[in-house]
Structures are given as structure tokens and as C-alpha cells.
């Protein structure tokens, strides 16, 4: 018998960078090059087989961070684990990836968390060099290159979390 | 609190070491001769810290000891939890008793409030009971326990045959929304979305320490069950503390909790359509033929009364001052003129008992013309042959009367209520209104004869039987105005041949007329005969002529000599 488990992940990143576009493209396998820009946050499901267990991951898609508007993140409260989406295309949207890991950390130290480098498709327009990287994996945080749009390292980015969060829980429930 | 925590470790006898099996180790020997003592205290010390159950009663003394000294530190460290909980308790009694208010009122003077009124009386509940009972009907379609910090489903349960969207996804946009209106509105952390409303549906949210339940709603649910829903999470909560200190995700152990919140999918549903109180529709019919029988004969009697009282405010000469009911019956008051209809006479029309009226009337003089004229009629009593009429106030009186009885009026008139003056007008009895058309008929009649012939002839004969009948008309009207007929038969010729000739047949016409009535006259009419004088003017043609060879008559009415003596 498989066990169930359930686990509240977060997506965050500045405005623009993908984060609902990567919960399309991980849940529905679409991806529309429509912008939407979300207000607040949208909640999907999404359910991952792991050995014997059956991980039904509620993914929080948090409203982008932006100058004038600062990500809520009380959203993060009894999050399994987050999501930092970068855009590689955008530069900037690296300082705002840094910002909120330092105070996703402070608010939930014990979360795993994966880095997304998004809109990997787009080679030439890349600006996000593998230097500038090293900062946000200092935390044991791991990366990956994505791209909503192809589909590319989508599920590998959540299935790499998946996993984090599970090692994180097994103490717990092997105590059961 | 120290000293009364280690109180009970005082009160107890030293502990009897337990031989211990000989350990080989001799380090370990050596260990418990010197430490066996204290070893084994804190082990029954740790064994005791470990059973909640053990320590219960040192916390209550240490409690009850510490607010006896100083109550405050106590009530400050349980306000932040007890404050919201109280006000919020508060609000809500007070919401639950408008709500019953306010439908209360809302149904008071419906005939469906009046059914429900009854049905309090019948019962023997309160009204306000049966309200709320009636009309709030509601389903609750689905519960909700999700785990508050992370939004994540701990439990679902649902209504039979309700389509329900993924209830994961629901839990958490629950708790979102709790977390987006608190930061959106800057509300402190332990207030929440208690109610969310979206057409039929309201959604219900209780918020305990770990988690939270949200039950939707079809229809308006009573304030009465949020408190359950509220003992609901609390007995959720007690059951599954130890879970949920620990939850990592893991629902399935809530399980246990179904039986919980399947109790909570509450259902009020209105009485079927089809179940008529017929008891009650047959005693309201009861009560209506009852009221009917009662109320009828008092509405038809009111209703005649008003018209009988119409009708005697109508009638000339009497005038209501006072109309009503007493001691069951009706009372009218007023006054009437001694000449105006007895009221009696129209209470018989109104088909009203006439023991059920009792009447007041004061004698009064009415001025309205007819009573005038009625009056005058009774104290100057006019021959048949006098007409009396009003003209504003002057009364007067035509016809044919004798001196003494035209002295009298013009005595007695001025004297009377509402006349001022009299007046006279006279008339020739012949021209008595009712006279005239009787005189002419008579007198247009005429005999014809042939030239120089005085006998009548059949055709003539006939005509004077018509003029006989004509005058024993007048006559007899004659008489009864008191009045008597004479009659003038009158010979005429017309103007040819000799003038002698003429004279002689005018005679012998006239004659020859007299003798064919004077037998069928009515008896004691008085006949006489005349010529006519030769007429002056020769006729101008034969018709003239033939005219003019004629008998006719002519009459004079006089005033009957008994007449002139009667007052």
C-alpha cells in the first residue's frame, strides 16, 4: 500500500520570470506564451509517485515580486519546500531571486529548496552566467535549467524537490 | 512555583533500593552501591514527568495556589487567548438573537406569521422558535479540515450527490484567503474570514490552533450551528493533538475524525407540499363559518339601519340629530314635522323589527313649500275649485271661489308659518283648468241642416247624441267643483232668401235641437233657446254658407248657491 503525502510548495521569483508558466507546463503540460501577471496566489495539484509513496504536491504559484510590490511571503508558512524561479534572460530578476531566498530562509529555515533557472531556450538572450550563480546555491540548494516553454528540466525541477522534502520527512515518518 | 513542584518529593519515603541483579562489571557495581539511591529517585521522577496524568493534580494545587496570591500574571498570560475567544462568542450570541428578531418581526403580521403563532400556541414554544424552525432552511454540503499553517486537507467529507471541485486545492485557496485578508487588511493574526458568501452559498470558517474548518453552506443555517462547528474542532483538535504537532503531510491518520464532520453535513428541509394540515384548514373553516354565523345577521342589521337612517335623512320634515346602538338596539333621535310620513311607515320598508327601534322625535315646524302649502290647504280649506301654490312666500290661490271665502283666506293666509302675503286670481268657472276642454268639446259641436230645412236627419241626429254625451261629461264634472250647467241652444241660416224665412228657420232649428236632447239630458238642467243675430257680413263662400244652417250650443257654469254659504 502506498502512502499518500501531502506537501505546500511555494513558487517564488520576480514578476515576469515563469513561475505559473512552469505549474502549467509541470500540471497541464501546456505552456501559452500569453502573459498573465497573477495577483495574490493561484493553487495547483500536482501528484508525484515516489517509491511507495504518492506525494500530492499543492503548488502555491505566489503573485511576482516586483519593486513596488514586495512578494507576500507569510504564503510560505508550512511550506514543504519553494521554488526560486530566475529569469536567464534578465539579470535583475537574480537580485530579486537572492533577496527573497535570504528572507525565505529566515521565514522557513528548514524548507529545501531548488532554484529554477527559467526561459533556457531562449540562448541568445542569455544573461545569467554560472558566476553569478554561486550565491544562491551556498544554502545546499541545488539548480535547474528550465524552460516552461520547451518543457526542459520542468519536471526534474519539481521531482528534484519532491525528493529534498521527502529525505527531510522520512524521520518523521518512519516514526509512525 | 518551584517550591510546590518539588512539595510532593519531600512527603515521599526514601526510596527502597531494589537489589539489583549482580552486573558483572565491577565499575558498574560500584556504581549503584554509591548512586542506586538516586538512580532510582529520578527514574520514578521521569516516569512521573512523562504521565500528564501524575502531575495533574501538583498543577492544579500550584494553579489554584498561584491565583489565589496573585491572579493577575494568570489572567494576563490566558488574555490574548481567552480575550478574542469571549468577544467573538459574545458577537456571535448576539448575531444568533438578531437573527431570530429580525425574522420574528419580519413574519408578525403575515397569515403565515398568524399560522406560525398558533403553531407556538399549540406547541407551546416560542414563537420566535417556530420562525427560525420554518424558515431557515439550509444543506451543508461539505466540510472542510485543513491544516492552518500549510493549508493542506486533513479532512473532507461531502453531501450525497455534490459535485465537489478538488477539495486540496479548495483547502488551500481557503487558508489563502484567510492569509491575503488579514495581510490586506492589517487584522491581527488571530482574527479570520469567519463568513464567505457567494449566492446561495456561505461558507462558514472556525479557526482552532492547528487547524482550521470550513463548512459550505446552501440556504441559511442557523447561528446555532456554528457552535457546532466550533465543539466540532475543538474535539478534532483534542483527538489529534499528537498528530498534528507532528503533521508532516501525512492526512490518513484524520480518518478517524469522518464520523465527526459527517455529523456536521446538517440538513433542514421544508415540509413537503403535499402534507396539508388538513386539521387545521378544517378548523379555520370552522372558525370562519363560526364568525360568519355571528357576524351576518349584525353586518345585514347594520346595513339596513344605515339605510333606514339615509332614508329618514332624506325625508322632507324630519331630521336626525343622534342615530346609534344601545343596550342592543338601535336608538335614532330627532325632530319631525306633524305633517312628514311616520317613520314607522319607512322602518316597515327597511324589513327592520320594529322592537329593535327605539324613536325620539320632537315636534318641529317644517318651511319647506310643501308643508306650507299642506297647512294652508288644512286651515283655508279651498273649494275644489281653487288651486292653491306658493311663489317664494306669497301664497297664492286661483280659481272660483264666493267673496266670503276669498275674504277668510286673505284673512287667515299672512297669518300662517312661512306665508307672507296673498294673493288672488280669479277665474270665469268656465275657464277652470280642468273645465276648459270639457266646454270646448261641447261647444265646438255643431248641427248641420239643409237649405231651408229644419228637421234633423239622421246624420244630425247622431251629432246631437255626441253633444249629449259630451255635456253630461261636464255637467257631472260641473257638479263635483260645485258648480252648476246651463245650457243655450242657439238657431242660425245662412243669408240667402228671405230674411222672415230665415228668422223662422233659425227658430225651428234651435227647437227642433232642444227637443232631440231635453229628454236624454242628465235631470235638472236648465235649457233655454236663442237665436242667433243675422250676421252682418254676407258669407263670402258655400262652405260659409253651409256652416252658418246650424244649431249648436253654448254653456254658463255658476257658482251652486249652496256654495256661497258653505265657510
Redesign the interface.
Given at each position: 500500500m502506498t502512502?499518500?503525502?501531502?506537501?505546500?510548495v511555494c513558487m517564488l521569483g520576480a514578476v515576469g520570470v515563469g513561475k505559473t508558466s512552469l505549474v502549467r507546463r509541470f500540471v497541464e503540460s501546456i505552456f501559452s506564451e500569453r502573459y498573465q501577471a497573477t495577483v495574490?496566489?493561484k493553487?495547483?495539484?500536482k501528484s508525484l509517485t515516489l517509491g511507495a509513496i504518492e506525494l500530492?504536491l499543492?503548488l502555491?504559484d505566489l503573485q511576482g515580486e516586483a519593486e513596488h510590490q514586495e512578494t507576500?511571503l507569510?504564503?510560505l508558512?508550512?511550506?514543504?519546500g519553494y521554488l526560486i524561479v530566475v529569469d536567464a534572460t534578465r539579470a535583475a530578476t537574480l537580485d530579486t531571486a537572492l533577496s527573497l531566498e535570504q528572507r525565505a530562509a529566515a521565514l522557513a529555515p528548514n524548507a529545501p529548496l531548488v532554484v529554477v533557472i527559467n526561459k533556457v531556450d531562449l540562448t541568445e538572450q542569455i544573461e545569467v552566467s554560472d558566476a553569478r550563480l554561486a550565491p544562491l546555491t551556498a544554502r545546499g540548494s541545488s539548480i535547474v535549467r528550465a524552460s516552461a516553454r520547451s518543457g526542459q528540466g520542468v519536471e526534474e525541477a519539481f521531482r528534484s524537490l519532491a525528493e529534498k522534502m521527502l529525505a527531510t520527512?522520512a524521520p518523521?515518518?518512519e516514526?509512525? | 512555583m518551584t517550591p510546590e513542584v518539588k512539595a510532593p518529593k519531600r512527603a515521599e519515603p526514601p526510596p527502597r533500593v531494589e537489589p539489583p541483579a549482580q552486573p558483572a562489571d565491577p565499575l558498574t557495581r560500584l556504581r549503584t552501591l554509591i548512586m542506586g539511591r538516586e538512580r532510582d529517585a529520578i527514574r520514578r521522577l521521569e516516569q512521573k514527568l512523562e504521565d500528564p496524568g501524575a502531575l495533574s493534580s501538583v498543577m492544579e494545587k500550584a494553579l489554584t495556589a498561584s491565583v489565589r496570591r496573585n491572579p493577575q500574571p494568570l489572567a494576563d498570560a490566558l488574555f490574548p487567548v481567552m480575550g478574542p475567544a469571549i468577544r467573538r462568542a459574545i458577537s456571535q450570541a448576539l448575531a444568533g438573537m438578531m437573527q431570530s428578531v429580525n425574522q420574528a418581526l419580519e413574519h408578525t403580521f403575515s397569515l403565515q406569521g398568524l399560522a406560525w403563532r398558533w403553531e407556538a400556541i399549540r406547541t407551546g414554544t416560542s414563537f420566535a422558535e417556530v420562525v427560525l424552525r420554518h424558515s431557515l432552511l439550509y444543506r451543508v454540503e461539505q466540510v472542510f479540515l485543513v491544516h492552518r499553517e500549510s493549508g493542506l486537507l486533513l479532512q473532507h467529507v461531502t453531501a450525497p450527490s455534490i459535485a465537489a471541485q478538488p477539495p486540496d486545492m479548495v483547502a488551500g485557496m481557503l487558508t489563502a484567503i484567510q492569509d491575503f485578508t488579514r495581510d490586506s487588511f492589517g487584522v491581527a493574526q488571530e482574527e479570520m474570514l469567519e463568513t464567505m458568501k457567494v449566492g446561495e452559498l456561505t461558507v462558514w470558517v472556525e479557526q482552532g490552533a492547528q487547524t482550521l474548518l470550513a463548512a459550505v453552506i446552501r440556504g441559511h443555517a442557523p447561528f446555532e450551528f456554528r457552535a457546532e462547528l466550533q465543539h466540532a474542532l475543538e474535539a478534532v483538535e483534542g483527538e489529534h493533538a499528537a498528530e498534528l504537532a507532528r503533521f508532516q503531510g501525512d492526512a490518513s491518520t484524520f480518518q478517524r475524525s469522518r464520523p465527526r464532520l459527517d455529523a456536521l453535513l446538517l440538513m433542514e428541509a421544508r415540509e413537503p407540499e403535499g402534507r396539508i394540515p388538513w386539521r387545521t384548514y378544517g378548523l379555520l373553516t370552522i372558525a370562519v363559518l363560526l364568525l360568519g354565523v355571528l357576524l351576518v345577521p349584525r353586518f345585514v342589521g347594520n346595513r339596513r339601519w344605515h339605510a333606514y337612517l339615509d332614508q329618514l335623512r332624506d325625508e322632507p320634515g324630519v331630521i336626525v340629530t343622534d342615530a346609534g346602538r344601545q343596550d342592543g338596539h338601535f336608538v335614532v333621535r330627532g325632530m319631525r314635522d306633524p305633517l312628514a310620513r311616520d317613520p314607522m311607515v319607512l322602518l316597515a320598508g327597511q324589513k327592520l323589527a320594529q322592537a329593535d327601534v327605539v324613536s325620539r322625535w320632537e315636534p318641529y315646524v317644517a318651511l319647506l313649500p310643501q308643508f306650507i302649502l299642506s297647512r294652508a290647504t288644512r286651515a283655508l280649506a279651498p273649494p275644489p275649485t281653487i288651486g292653491l301654490r306658493l311663489v317664494a312666500d306669497t301664497l297664492v290661490a286661483t280659481g272660483v271661489a264666493n267673496e266670503a271665502w276669498f275674504t277668510r283666506a286673505s284673512t287667515l293666509a299672512p297669518a300662517l308659518s312661512g306665508v307672507g302675503t296673498f294673493m288672488e286670481e280669479r277665474l270665469p268657472p268656465r275657464e277652470l283648468p280642468q273645465l276648459v276642454p270639457l266646454v270646448t268639446a261641447v261647444e265646438q259641436r255643431r248641427i248641420l241642416f239643409p237649405t231651408a230645412i229644419s228637421v234633423l236627419d239622421s246624420t244630425a241626429s247622431n251629432e246631437a247624441g255626441a253633444i249629449v254625451a259630451d255635456i253630461a261629461r261636464l255637467d257631472s264634472a260641473a257638479r263635483g267643483l260645485g258648480l252648476s250647467l246651463r245650457l243655450t241652444v242657439i238657431g242660425s241660416a245662412d243669408d240667402q232668401g228671405n230674411a222672415d224665412a230665415n228668422e223662422l228657420l233659425r227658430v225651428h232649428r234651435a227647437e227642433a235641437l232642444r227637443v232631440r236632447i231635453t229628454p236624454v239630458l242628465p235631470p235638472g238642467l236648465e235649457v233655454t233657446t236663442e237665436l242667433a243675430p243675422a250676421d252682418a257680413t254676407p258669407a263670402a263662400t258655400e262652405e260659409e254658407r253651409a256652416r252658418r244652417r246650424a244649431a249648436l250650443i253654448r254653456t254658463e257654469l255658476l257658482l251652486a248657491p249652496e256654495a256661497v254659504t258653505s265657510p
Open positions: 502512502a499518500v503525502l501531502q506537501k505546500k495574490g496566489v493553487i495547483d495539484r500530492n499543492m502555491w507576500r507569510e504564503y508558512r508550512g511550506a514543504g520527512t518523521a515518518a516514526e509512525r | -
